[in-house]
C-alpha cells in the first residue's frame, strides 16, 4: 500500500511563507490528493484538494493563500503556503481527498508565530 511522508514545516513568523511537500511510496496517478490539518482538540480539516484533472478547491480559512499542486512523475504533492498566520498553527498531513483513504504520514508541524 502507498506511504506518504511529509515535510517542509517549521516554524515562521506571520506573514511568511512555507512550501510543504508529500512524497508518496507509489504511483498517486490515479488519485484525487489533498492536505490536511489538525490541531488540538479539532478534527482533522481538509483545506486543499487537486484532483487528477487538475481542479482545485481550497477551504475558506486558506483560500487566496494557499496553492496546492502534484508532480505525478515524483509522486509528490506540495502545498505552497503564502502570508501565514498564527492560526494556521497545525500538523499538516496529505492524504487522498475528500476523503483520506491511504495510511497516515506522520505530518509534519507548522508553527506561525513572532
Known amino acids: 500500500q502507498v506511504q506518504l511522508v511529509e515535510s517542509g514545516g517549521g516554524l515562521v513568523q506571520p506573514g511568511g511563507s512555507l512550501r510543504l511537500s508529500c512524497v508518496a511510496s507509489?504511483?498517486?496517478?490515479?488519485?484525487?490528493m489533498g492536505w490536511y490539518r489538525e490541531t488540538p482538540g479539532q478534527p482533522r480539516e481538509l483545506i486543499a484538494r487537486?484532483?487528477?484533472?487538475?481542479?482545485?478547491t481550497y477551504g475558506d480559512s486558506v483560500k487566496g493563500r494557499f496553492l496546492i499542486d502534484r508532480d505525478n512523475a515524483k509522486n509528490t504533492v506540495y502545498l505552497q503556503m503564502n502570508s501565514l498566520k498564527p492560526e494556521d498553527t497545525a500538523v499538516y498531513y496529505c492524504?487522498?481527498?475528500?476523503?483520506?483513504?491511504?495510511?497516515w504520514g506522520q505530518g509534519t508541524q507548522v508553527t506561525v508565530s513572532a
Open positions: 487537486r484532483t487528477t484533472a487538475g481542479i482545485t
Open positions: 492524504n487522498t481527498a475528500p476523503k483520506g483513504v491511504l495510511p
Open positions: 507509489g504511483s498517486i496517478l490515479n488519485y484525487n
